[in-house]
């Protein structure tokens, strides 16, 4: 047998491997070529079903105004357990026009009359009452002597013996009520009041919040006779968001209103109002609310250790949220839902669950009695105990 000549055993291995190398090359382009660039039969890989709902919550809507038109019925049809199966007004005409849009049957229209009539429907889970601020305790107390649920707006009556009268009612009728209180079941709120318990904002010293818009006459939210004015109605967002962003209820409060006599818009509401809480601790939310401003929809919370802020905080979209602290400065990018779908979902489930809902009565109840402490600040001049 020859031996072989220096340095020739290393280069025989040297061709072997590249030979190897070479055919694996080959093989793995054309494993690559394999592969096809278009989904099996068009489908995305990781494209996710949303599962079929046993049974949805069947809602009828009370109250055919503005916010019902534009948000409250088009949210129905990003819901997953609330679907829209009546329609209550005092205008023929046009619920029959939304009915005819939103596929509801000519059957389930009813008026303020035949209202009680809904008793006897058995599609109606819940009555979605947007009444004028007067009417939400009578009719709700009637849905719920129809056997109905009731989620209803805010505020959630004209004065805490309302309030009271319908939390007695619901217990009366073993059904469940909620105030929609929309904000709680949105994720940048949610993620705020998170980081308003943590450590990087550490105890809470001050919050700063303004909820104020121009509104022009006619509109209900300038009646005293319905309730209006913009304590109840926008400024129930900062009253409401002092208290859950604390979670602390506030123990003694002042407020000043303001009403031009040269503006016959408010003859009847005052234009501007400002508060302040005061919570135990010695945290305080400086507060104000207007009708005759432009838009100005936020919060700024000052703790310890840290600064949150929201620009957008109250509207129906648009939420901005920042967290600052000695760490530097963070803004939040969340998911954003639709505000309103958000909130019927979360009490159809409740239903469906048999659980108490986040901002059931006693939440409304809570916020009228800060409201009522406020009025009557206004009115002596002198601040308030709670």
Same mark, same amino acid.
């Given at each position: 047998m020859s031996k072989n000549r220096p340095g020739e055993s290393s280069?025989?291995?040297?061709? +072997?491997?590249? +030979?190897?190398?070479?055919s694996l090359v080959a093989v793995g382009s054309l494993h690559a070529a394999d592969v096809p660039l278009a989904p099996p039969d /068009?489908?995305?890989p990781d494209l996710k079903l949303p599962k079929p709902v046993k049974r949805k919550i069947g809602y009828a809507v009370v109250g055919l105004g503005q916010l019902a038109v534009e948000e409250v019925l088009p949210a129905f049809g990003s819901c997953e357990s609330s679907k829209l199966v009546a329609l209550v007004s005092g205008h023929a005409d046009k619920a /029959?026009? &939304?009915a005819e849009v939103y596929d509801v049957p000519r059957g389930n229209i009813f008026n303020y009359d035949n209202y009680d009539e809904m008793a006897s429907n058995r599609e109606i889970d819940v009555v979605y009452n947007i009444l004028p601020n007067s009417m939400h305790a009578e009719f709700t107390i009637r849905a719920f002597q129809a056997g109905k649920h009731v989620l209803c707006e805010k505020p959630m009556a004209s004065n805490v013996a309302e309030?009271?009268?319908?939390i007695a009612a619901a217990e009366r +009728? /073993?059904? /469940? &009520?909620?105030? +929609?209180?929309?904000?709680?079941y949105e994720p940048f709120n949610k993620k705020a009041i998170e980081l308003c318990a943590s450590e990087e904002v550490g105890p809470i010293k001050l919050i700063t919040a303004s909820n104020s818009q121009n509104v022009e006459a006619p509109n209900i939210r300038l009646s005293g006779e319905l309730r209006g004015g913009p304590l109840g109605d926008v400024g129930i967002y900062c009253l409401n968001a002092a208290r859950y962003l604390t979670q602390r209820e506030p123990v003694e409060v002042f407020g000043y209103a303001h009403q031009p006599a040269d503006d016959p818009r408010f003859r009847e509401v005052p234009e501007s109002v400002t508060f302040v809480l005061k919570f135990p601790g010695g945290a305080e939310?400086?507060?104000?609310?207007?009708f005759g401003a432009a838009e100005s929809r936020f919060f700024r919370v000052e703790g310890k250790n840290g600064v949150v802020e929201m620009a957008g905080a109250f509207g129906y979209f648009g939420q901005e949220l920042r967290l600052s602290n000695e760490d530097g400065s963070r803004r939040f990018k969340l998911k954003p839902v639709d505000h309103f779908a958000a909130e019927m979902d979360h009490f159809a489930e409740c239903i469906l669950r048999d659980k108490e809902p986040r901002t059931p009565g006693a939440e409304g109840l809570a916020d009228m009695q800060i409201i009522a402490a406020i009025e009557e600040s206004i009115r002596t001049g002198r601040s308030t105990k709670v």
């Open positions: 280069r025989r291995q040297f061709m +072997a491997t590249s +030979a190897i190398g070479t /068009k489908q995305p /029959k026009q &939304l309030c009271e009268q319908m +009728a /073993k059904r /469940k &009520l909620m105030i +929609a209180y929309r904000l709680h939310a400086h507060c104000s609310c207007s």
